[in-house]
């Protein structure tokens, strides 16, 4: 903010000069000179700012710079707003479906994704088991499979 109000403040004062100069000048080809001298002083002074742009940054820009950063946004916003939430009724879900069967699990991950067709659908179901449940492995598995409809991975912690 302090730049552009140094810029505006030195391209009154430019302004201002050029128009002393004018006024003082003669109406001869001096004079004419000297107006053309003082717009094109003028323009460099309005101009100012864009000598002082970093170019360098400015034209490497690229579309794809733009969208790789919103693609990242919107990955991340939708990470927060839809994958974690339903990720957390997935774990529920399958330790109550667990639970029914007097079965549980140390940990249960649902992996979810977006299609344009299908929509939000779950991918997959990643279920960790401690060593003392690992014998009831394929139990929890069909229960899950069962379910949620989906592949479930049964892994030791």
Not at 41 to 70: A, I, Y
Not at 97 to 118: F, H, N, Q
Request: proline share 3%; charged share 20%.
């Amino acid at each position: 903010m302090a730049a552009l109000k140094a810029w505006g403040i030195s391209l009154c004062f430019v302004a201002a000069a050029c128009a002393v100069v004018e006024f003082l000048a003669p109406k001869n080809g001096t004079g004419r000179l000297l107006e053309m001298l003082c717009g094109v002083v003028l323009l460099f002074c309005m101009l100012s700012p864009l000598v002082k742009v970093d170019w360098s940054e400015v034209l490497s820009w690229s579309p794809s710079q733009l969208q790789t950063e919103q693609s990242e946004r919107l990955q991340e916003h939708l990470q927060q707003q839809l994958h974690a939430p339903l990720g957390e009724a997935i774990a529920e879900a399958g330790a109550a479906a667990l639970a029914s069967y007097g079965l549980s699990a140390e940990k249960i991950e649902g992996v979810t994704d977006i299609d344009e067709r299908v929509g939000i659908y779950i991918r997959e179901i990643r279920v960790y088991l401690n060593p003392q449940q690992a014998v009831r492995r394929v139990a929890v598995k069909q229960i899950l499979e069962q379910r949620f409809g989906v592949d479930v991975t049964v892994r030791e912690v």
